[in-house]
């Protein structure tokens, strides 16, 4: 990276890279939702991005990302990941999310590469989310909401953007919802947009927005 990007910027672009490799291109609007930030914020950064080069707005008024763009987003939640996995080794799967957040502006080239070969080329985070170009090793896990009542799964991914709702991810492990657990679909309550699973015995009931989010193999 030629000139330093600020740790703002490099938020935006790792919810655009999320949401355009997800297919869910994200107005300014939803950006602001997802970032906490009122809307004039958001177009004041966007116009500085699109200053800059990593975006450019298309005819939807939505926000792309450029060539330039996509490969600094790639590298920014690529560091994230990578940071996830060291902090891991100190806290809980549930808290390495927000602490990486704050690491992974701080990884240089060198550590990075370092990262990488000491963790033997990880292809996903520790909550099951690909790092850029390994997409395809997550293609075959589905959303818990589209497995069928009775049915045995092992839960592989939190989405990315699941880990950033608060509280979430510890509400998850307390109830043993975490990647590599077995559990079976007990009840979904279309009515009620609810999926209860037996956790080791135990019902945990979340809501299809969650669900929806909680990825797992057959
Ligand atoms: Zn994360
Ligand atoms: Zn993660």
Partial sequence: MAEKISTTIEDYLSLLYISERDGEPVSGARLADLLGVSAPTVTNTL????RDGLVE????HLPKLTKNGDESARSVLRRHMLAEWMLIRLLSWSKVHQEAHDFEHSISDDVEAALIEELNQPETCPHGNPLPGYEAAVADWIPLTQVKVGQQVTIRRIHELAEEIP???SYLEENEIEPGQVVQV???????QTVTLDVKGKPV???FSIARQIFVEI
């Fill in 47 to 50: 116009k500085r991005m699109k």
């Fill in 57 to 60: 707005i298309d005819e939807a």
């Fill in 167 to 169: 509280g979430l991810l």
């Fill in 186 to 192: 007990s009840d979904i309550l279309v009515f009620n």
């Fill in 205 to 207: 009931t979340l809501g």
